[in-house]
């Protein structure tokens, strides 16, 4: 049986090893936020900044807008079929920054989502998903979400895709 995982899956801080293990043996190129001093959106930004793929490269203030355009660019020059974003201590935000996780995981999600679309003009459609890595009782553990059957139509199989025509 294939596991499968949705677009968005919220996974225990706990097995960030083998979930990077796993992703890694299923061709993903992996991308990893680091969350362990993101508290808001103005946080966030920054470690975005550091570490994610964004073309044109992102100034000023917080501009969701703006992030998901330039993150979306960052993507399709990147040029890769399959993709993984683990952004890791994202408990941190559930205290005082929700309403940023919120945005954060929405801006997240529609990108995901448009490259994977060939009709966005992206020009090689890429599948991505997103990995919230954190403590407590909103993060499974991979064995109990490899357990489950998800019922989402926005799931993506993790092991090897059929090559795509350029």
């Known amino acids: ?12 801080e706990a097995d960030l090893a083998g979930l990077r293990a796993l992703l890694d043996q299923a061709g993903f190129l992996l991308l990893e936020i680091d969350g362990a001093e993101v508290r808001d959106a103005r946080s966030f930004f920054a470690q975005a900044k550091r570490t994610l793929p964004l073309d044109p490269p992102l100034e000023g203030t917080v501009n969701w807008d703006a992030f998901s355009d330039s993150l979306w660019q ?27 996780l919120l945005a954060a995981a929405d801006a997240l999600s529609s990108v995901a989502r448009s490259v994977r679309d060939p009709s966005s003009g992206i020009d090689r459609p890429t599948d991505v998903l997103l990995f919230f890595v954190g403590q407590g009782t909103n993060f499974r553990s991979l064995t109990a979400q490899d357990q489950d059957t998800l019922q989402s139509g926005d799931t993506l199989p993790i092991s090897p895709r059929e090559n795509r025509k350029a």
């Open 1 to 12: 049986m294939t596991t499968r995982f949705p677009l968005l899956s919220c996974v225990c």
């Open 74 to 100: 960052g993507i399709d020059n990147l040029s890769t079929p399959r993709m993984a974003l683990l952004w890791t201590a994202v408990h941190n935000m559930l205290e005082r920054g929700l309403t940023d």
